[in-house]
């Protein structure tokens, strides 16, 4: 069976039609199966699913009529109810079989008397319709998706904000209590306070970054070191990780980029949290692996993040990312990590894009910015 065709099913108890009707079809470059009663039909749909196109189907049939076989289909799940279906029959067009078979569901109803070249470009044509709204629908979902999640950041970010500003007070009290000239520390817990300060900051400029993105207004892009940046947060993220669990990255000269530090450190905090769990997910032995590198061309810089975790099966570097699409096959996701860090990417003028060479053979993220001219 040729894959690239158009698929068809056509149904009728009158084999002498049947015959016709395949072979015009065939002549035409479809893939044609054929049935001589609504049971077949039931039992090729359940078979070709999600190979079949269209069903063509006569109306007048011994025990189960074409009006059945509509109802039928309309009444199943799995996809079987989203494949159109045309009804034809020999008998004079009749409005009030007409309305019937379209008030079922079926997307045309034609006479046989048609020449059978008008029926495989009305077949055409109502798969074609058919196609159009089915992508039309899967855009309207899409859109869908998107005002909820514009939705539930905006009533969310009000409420971050409100936890941020108690997190800093909070802490603001700790720092004081825990001052190195009142009170004796150790270097761990200094490490932890230091990590809770950097965090608590941070907090408060995500909630700004979050309202940015819900208005839709322009990003702070400027001038930011990119080097100083990764190496910032790939210490904090450091030390939040397991032993078994090793994170390298060699700071270098400074790399700067036209971006946001906000920005840039939200996506790289989602890369690095990324890494660990894709290298969670392997559940394997050998020890975990993050490496993170700056590496210079002409016009840009580029910051990698790669883990020899679970990976994912597709070796095309993926550059669109969809919400509430997740990488994470085990454990769930919720697929707003990625989709965000592309949309803080794009506003600078940068690109983010992941591959990986196969399941469980890990996974790099790269992130291309501009160049800023110091």
């Known amino acids: 069976m040729n894959e690239n065709k158009l698929s068809i099913l056509i149904v009728d108890d009158d084999r002498a039609n049947l015959r016709v009707l395949a072979a015009t079809f065939d002549d035409h470059g479809f893939n044609t199966h054929t049935a001589d009663s609504v049971e077949q039909a039931q039992g090729i749909l359940q078979v070709q699913v999600n190979h079949l196109d269209l069903v063509i189907s006569d109306i007048q049939m011994p025990i189960l009529t074409g009006f059945d076989l509509v109802q039928w289909m309309k009444g199943q799940s799995g996809g079987i109810g989203a494949i159109p279906i045309l009804l034809i029959t020999s008998q ?50 899409k859109t869908e998706c998107l005002v909820s999640t514009g939705r539930l950041f905006a009533a969310s970010n009000h409420e971050i904000k409100n936890i941020a500003q108690i997190i800093q007070m909070a802490f603001g009290i700790l720092e004081r209590e825990l001052d190195p000239e009142k009170i004796k520390i150790s ?93 969670e997910e392997k559940k394997e032995a050998s020890r975990g692996k993050i490496v993170v590198k700056i590496s210079e061309s002409e016009l840009e810089f580029e910051v990698s993040v790669f883990d020899n975790g679970i990976g994912f099966p597709v070796e095309e570097a993926r550059f669109e990312f969809q919400p509430f699409a997740s990488t994470k096959q085990l454990r769930g996701g919720t697929g707003l990590g990625l989709w965000l860090s592309s949309e803080l990417t794009k506003k600078m003028g940068g690109i983010l894009s ?6 469980g053979q890990g996974a790099e993220a790269k992130i291309k910015l501009k160049k800023a001219r110091q």
């Open 92 to 141: 004079a067009s009749e409005s009030e079989h007409r309305i019937k078979g379209l008030s079922l569901g079926a997307v045309d109803y034609l006479s046989k008397a048609l020449d059978t070249e008008e029926l495989v470009l009305r077949a055409k044509q109502a798969i074609e319709n058919f196609n159009q709204i089915k992508t039309l629908r899967n855009t309207l979902e």
């Open 187 to 279: 270097a761990t817990c200094q490490k932890a306070v230091s990590i809770l300060s950097q965090s608590s900051s941070l907090l408060s400029d995500v909630t700004k970054m979050i309202g940015s993105l819900v208005t839709n207004s322009e990003a702070p892009v400027g001038p930011v070191d990119l080097d100083s940046i990764v190496n910032h947060v790939a210490a904090m993220i450091k030390a939040l990780l397991k032993s078994e669990v090793e994170l390298s990255y060699t700071s270098g000269s400074p790399a700067w980029v036209l971006g946001s530090s906000t920005f840039l450190k939200q996506i790289l905090i989602n890369l690095l949290l990324n890494a660990r769990d894709a290298i």
């Open 354 to 359: 992941l591959s990986s060479k196969g399941l």
